[in-house]
């Protein structure tokens, strides 16, 4: 929690716990949403590791119950404009009753393997924003090469993710 009070500039703006968890959290999101706006500063949050290992829960069930909150909060345009929330290896099954649906978005990489049309569009926006000279045919090109390398080392789940991220860098290394 601090480092999201740090990246605002107020690491010691946290709100005294003098209530119980989920109305201190409120606090919180509150609190962070003001520094926020004051700063007109848009913060992208990730939480990982936020599901279960084998001997159970990977980070303490607390953080897990406070990052719902903060999703909770997201259905807020008010709050929601100063932040991107991701939470990376979310338990599977269903989401806390109270998350709005078109509030978010259920990524799984292991269920959505890379396409090369989505790589060649990465490409190209990359392209267009480095102010690169990319034909469409040749980031094309290179996105199915990018395929081809990636997933012929045969990794696993989400490591053809990393191959891919590792090719695309020394593709952008040529541009």
Do not use: C
Request: glycine residues 6%.
């Amino acid at each position: 929690m601090k480092a999201i009070f740090s990246a605002l500039g107020k690491p010691d703006a946290i709100p005294p716990q003098d209530s119980s968890e989920p109305a201190w959290w409120m606090d919180v999101l509150y609190k962070v949403a003001e520094l926020a706006d004051a700063a007109k500063r848009r913060l992208w949050i990730v939480a990982d590791d936020l599901g279960e290992g084998s001997d159970g829960p990977k980070l303490d069930p607390t953080v897990r119950r406070f990052f719902e909150q903060f999703a909770l909060f997201m259905a807020n345009p008010a709050f929601a404009q100063w932040f991107r929330l991701v939470l990376i290896e979310y338990p599977r099954g269903p989401v806390p009753t109270k998350w709005k649906k078109g509030f978010w978005v259920d990524e799984d990489t292991n269920q959505s393997p890379p396409q090369s049309n989505d790589l060649a569009e990465f490409l190209l926006q990359w392209a267009k924003k480095k102010k690169k000279n990319l034909p469409q045919e040749q980031a094309q090109k290179f996105a199915a090469e990018v395929l081809t390398k990636a997933q012929s080392g045969s990794a696993p789940g989400g490591a053809v993710w990393e191959a891919i991220h590792d090719e695309l860098l020394l593709v952008i290394k040529t541009l």
